[in-house]
Structure formats: C-alpha cells, structure tokens
C-alpha cells in the first residue's frame, strides 16, 4: 500500500491564474476568440518552425475558462448577477482563469517561447487597454510590445499579467485551508497530479488524449428547467 502524499514540491503543485484584463472598447468577442484559439493551439503544436512539439506538460494547463463583458457593463444592466462584476469606464473586460501546474514564470514560458503562440499573445497586448498605466512602464502593453514583444520581455510580460492576476501564484491547491492569512482557499481534487504526471503515467492517457489532439463530438446536454425558458 502507498503512503499518503504528505508533500508537494513546487514543480508538481497546482496554481490558478485568474485574470481581470482591461481591453478596448468593442473587442472583447475577438479577445475571447483569441485566447480561445491559443489555448487549442497550445494542444496543436508540431515540430519544426511552429513550436517543440507536444508542451502540454510544460505548460500544464488543467482547465481554462475564458470570458468577454461588452463595455459600461454594470449594476444596473448586468450580464451576470454580481453588483461587483462590471467594466472599467469605456472598456470592454477580458476575464481569464486557469490551473496549472509549477510556478508561474516557468508556466507562461512554455507558451512564449512557441512562435505560433507568441503572436496570439502579442495580439491581447495590442488589445489591451492600459489608461492608467504609463506607456514607459517596460511592464506596460505598450512598451512591451515596442521592444520586441513577449518573446523579447517574458519577465516583463509575467509582470504585465500579474498586474490583472487576482489569484495568488504562491497559494496552491490543497484540500484545507494552507494558512489562516490567505484570502481565499483553492482546493485541487488530486493536489500533486501534474498534467505530466498523467501522461506518463495513466496507461490510456496518449490513446485516450493523443497529440496533436483528436476531434471530439459533445452529446447535448440538458439545463434544468427553471419556469423562465
């Protein structure tokens, strides 16, 4: 019988990235569009000029959700019901989240350095709508995007996203509470089950997830009736 796991080195932690991104003004359906196909392509790599080949162990992605709130979005015509999530005046709103694995600088690495993926994540720099931020800043969009993009700047460009991060890239995923100082607890189903751990280890996983990825076809699913469809 196995021991209970009863510590997780860093490399195998999971971390959430939860992102609150000020973009322009009616831009906000491309954004999503973008990340979207950033994050399949991050699943689509191959050999060769586009990138190392199958990184979805480097970049460890378990889950990403992307969403866009159209500008002036607020308490009194919200898209969702929480007086607190609304726009900045005049931009639209780009809220991303993510669990991955390892620290954050090393996970962000593994997408900067793939060109194809790069280009994508210019694109959300030139997007982005950074009113308060001095365009010298060589955090800011701006800048970076000036000095040769995120290739160019990547400890920049992890500066850029923590500026928008509110989750903490230190608190990882456990299943109680790591201190009594934190501000919120992020629970992890099986902390330490990296994505890399999967794959070498899960006999199925390379047939059942192959690289590049295969296409799937979702069975529809049901909502509950709620008397208001």
């Not at 000020?22 to 392509?41: D, M, Q, R, Y």
């Not at 690495?109 to 709508?129: C, K, M, Q, R």
């Not at 995007?145 to 160019?152: D, E, I, M, T």
């Amino acid at each position: 019988m196995a021991d209970p796991i009863t510590f997780v080195a860093a490399p195998q932690q999971q971390h959430m990235l939860f992102m609150f991104l000020p973009i322009k003004k009616g831009t906000f359906k491309k954004a999503v569009e973008a990340v979207s196909e950033l994050s399949n392509a991050a699943k689509m790599v191959t050999t060769g000029t586009q990138g190392p080949g199958d990184i979805r162990a480097s970049t460890g992605v378990h889950f990403s959700f992307f969403y866009g709130l159209p500008a002036d979005t607020t308490p009194v015509n919200p898209v969702l019901p929480v007086p607190s999530f609304q726009t900045a005046p005049g931009r639209d709103l780009l809220v991303v989240q993510a669990l991955y694995d390892a620290d954050f600088a090393p996970y962000i690495s593994a997408f900067v350095n793939v060109p194809a993926i790069a280009i994508g994540l210019n694109y959300v720099l030139s997007i982005t709508d950074e009113i308060d931020v001095d365009p010298n800043d060589p955090t800011s969009a701006a800048f970076i995007l000036a000095n040769g993009g995120v290739v160019s700047n990547p400890d920049a460009f992890n500066c850029f996203l923590m500026r928008y991060n509110f989750a903490d890239p230190t608190l990882p995923a456990s299943l109680a509470p790591v201190s009594k100082t934190q501000k919120y607890l992020f629970q992890g189903t099986f902390p330490g089950l990296t994505v890399g751990n999967i794959l070498q280890n899960y006999p199925d996983a390379n047939t059942l997830w192959p690289f590049p990825a295969a296409p799937i076809e979702f069975a529809q699913s049901v909502a509950p009736s709620c008397g208001d469809d």
